[in-house]
């Protein structure tokens, strides 16, 4: 467990007067990650790990969410936080999409190296690599495995697909471009949760979708027929 230490290292306290073991900085970099049993929900922690200032503007590597530092790096996004004062230092990372942590403890002032953990990650990722979660099937009502497969928004071509209670995913073939969850409403009608669609209403209508005027339909656009601005050749 981790308790004061028997001396106040006054002013700098702040700093480095937390005292930890590893076991326990694993144990938090679990609970940063999400797994934060009844003390916390995954959500709440979720919130904690968003940015609330960032260091270095849109395309930010490092900042500060609720209590926590975060950091992206070579894809990852990790939370977490450093500790230093004379004579030791230490950091633990989260990395919440992989389900790892990582941290370190030295007896020194200065010197190490700051990519160490994101080279620990690295190495970890090229050695024993995430393996799937097991598949689970979806329940669903019946009707909504007809609405999954292959829609298309001019050429484009999106797959619409089922997630856990009842929801949808609306994302491009390939990843690139717009993507959305949904969920249904009591008029049957679906709501965007995220990305470009939030807060926008997906209507199910005989033949295609209607996502506040974005028209999907299961083939693409006809090339022969009237485009409105006079368009004459679609690219994807």
Known sequence: MWAPAEHDADAIGPAGQLWSTPHDLARWAAF?????????????????REPAGV???????????????????????????????????????????????????????????????????????????????????VAADPDLPALTGLWHWGPKPYTLRLLPERALSLEPVGGSGRASRFVPQPDGTWLGLDSYYAGETLRVAPGHLDLDTFIFSRTPYDPAAPVPGGVTDWHA
Do not use: C, K
């Open 32 to 48: 940063v990650g999400g797994d934060s049993g009844d003390v916390l929900s995954p959500d709440t922690v979720a919130e904690m």
């Open 55 to 137: 260091d270095d503007g849109d395309a930010w590597t490092g900042g500060f969410g609720l209590g926590l530092q975060l950091s992206r790096v070579s894809g990852r996004r990790l939370a977490g936080h450093a500790g230093s004062m004379p004579g030791f230092l230490a950091t633990v990372w989260a990395d919440p999409a992989d389900g790892v942590g990582v941290l370190f403890m030295a007896n020194t002032t200065t010197g190490v190296n700051g990519t160490l953990l994101t080279d620990l990650l690295d190495i970890l990722q090229h050695y024993e690599p995430r393996l799937p979660d097991e598949w689970q099937p």
